[in-house]
């Protein structure tokens, strides 16, 4: 009989997180969906067959700790939560810096460090960090200060951790595209379910598909 694989999603309560969730529920996959909130953990895990709520802050390393204490085996991350504070180098708060790294690095490095063991221990997984273009050197790094800086830490460290990955444990890194959500405004060309199929193709790639790159519309992209 198959392996029935949980997958835990940050951010996973709207957004192209949620899209994400649905996605990997739709091919197996039983999802941890992770939300600061924990009412909206559960509200959106309700929607999802076989899904599971899970409370997760990633500016709380108690609350990333107890995630990891109760989430069980996971054979998928999907680091999808993400802030997109305005502001230009030399004005943006520090504070609001701090934060935007606490969610797109030091957040998914803690949940990297906490579930590679076991990923490793099982010969089987797949870390997936949704990055934007505007954390891409190669595209000028032109978002906000915070936003750009951080996502292009977080693509550090795909390609970082990439070096010392197993081949049964593939790491990589994608954007979304500009998609309809709360971050990306109604104007966007893309919907979530669109914004959302590179990340779950790069979840659930097979054995000998790629790892330590950067994934646009499942084309790889300079960093
Ligand atoms: N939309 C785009 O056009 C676009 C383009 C390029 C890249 N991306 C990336 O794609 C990912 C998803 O974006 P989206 O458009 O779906 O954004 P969104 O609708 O604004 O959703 C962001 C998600 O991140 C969660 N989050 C924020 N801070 C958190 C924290 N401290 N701890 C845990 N979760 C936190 C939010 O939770 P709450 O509901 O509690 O706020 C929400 O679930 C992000 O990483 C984003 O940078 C998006």
């Known amino acids: ?17 949620l899209a994400i969730a649905e996605g990997l529920a739709a091919r197996g996959l039983r999802v941890l969906v992770a939300s600061r909130d924990p009412r909206e953990a559960a509200a959106a895990a309700a929607g999802i ?10 500016e709380d390393p108690g609350s990333i700790a107890q995630a990891l204490a109760q989430a069980g085996p996971v054979d998928v991350l999907v680091n999808n939560a993400g802030v997109c504070p305005e502001g230009r180098a030399l004005e943006v708060p520090l504070a609001t810096v701090r934060t935007a790294f606490e969610v797109h690095l030091f957040g998914p490095l803690a949940l990297v460090r906490g579930l590679l063991p076991g990923m490793a221990a099982r010969g089987y997984g797949r870390i997936v960090n949704l990055s ?27 390609l970082a951790c990439s070096h010392d990955l197993g081949a049964d444990v593939k790491i990589n890194s994608c954007c979304p595209g500009w998609v309809r959500t709360r971050m990306g405004g109604p104007g ?12 779950v193709w790069l979840a659930t790639l097979p054995a000998d598909g790629p790892s330590g790159g950067f994934f646009r519309e499942r084309q ?3 960093w």
């Open 132 to 158: 934007s273009g505007w954390g891409a050197f190669a595209e000028g790094l032109s978002g906000p200060f915070a936003y750009s800086t951080s996502k292009a830490a977080l693509n550090a460290l795909t």
């Open 220 to 222: 790889r992209i300079p």
């Open 1 to 17: 009989m198959p392996t029935t694989r949980t997958a835990l999603v940050t951010g996973g309560n709207r957004g192209i997180g």
């Open 49 to 58: 067959a076989g899904a599971r709520g899970l409370q997760l802050d990633l």
């Open 188 to 199: 966007a060309p893309r919907t979530p379910e669109q914004g959302a199929d590179t990340p």
